[in-house]
Nanobody
Framework: QVQLVESGGGLVQAGGSLTLSCAVSGGTFSMYAMGWFRQAPGKEREFAAAISWKGGSTYYEDSVKGRFTISRDNAKNTLYLQMNSLKPEDTAVYYC?????????????????WGQGTRVTVSS
């Protein structure tokens, strides 16, 4: 059973930075495309970023382009999300997700495996 555990969330002022991590166990990490999703209070979960198996391709939701960077370390079975220039509207619970097909994330905003989420709060 694949398990995903996020960490790195917290409270930060607008304009600040945070780096989220997602540790993956129970599967072959390098075989999964990975993604970050987020769910703001009172809103549905939405796609934020995705990365291909080897990290050669990355994708971002328009509102985070240029501010967020998704990356992975296949030797450490870990996914990252570097978040810079944070805004109050970035406040959300952030979830990492794993899928055998990158199109599942990009076309359907779905995945086979999900973490429990880590909360990010950006104060104004």
């Amino acid at each position: 059973q694949v398990q995903l555990v996020e960490s790195g969330g917290g409270l930060v002022q607008a304009g600040g930075s945070l780096t989220l991590s997602c540790a993956v166990s129970g599967g072959t990490f390098s075989m999964y495309a990975m993604g970050w999703f987020r769910q703001a209070p009172g809103k549905e979960r939405e796609f934020a970023a995705a990365i291909s198996w080897k990290g050669g391709s990355t994708y971002y939701e328009d509102s985070v382009k240029g501010r967020f960077t998704i990356s992975r370390d296949n030797a450490k079975n870990t996914l990252y999300l570097q978040m810079n220039s944070l805004k109050p509207e970035d406040t959300a619970v952030y979830y990492c997700a794993a899928t055998t097909s990158l199109r599942t994330i990009l076309d359907n905003a779905a995945a086979e495996y999900w973490g429990q989420g880590t909360r990010v709060t950006v104060s104004s």
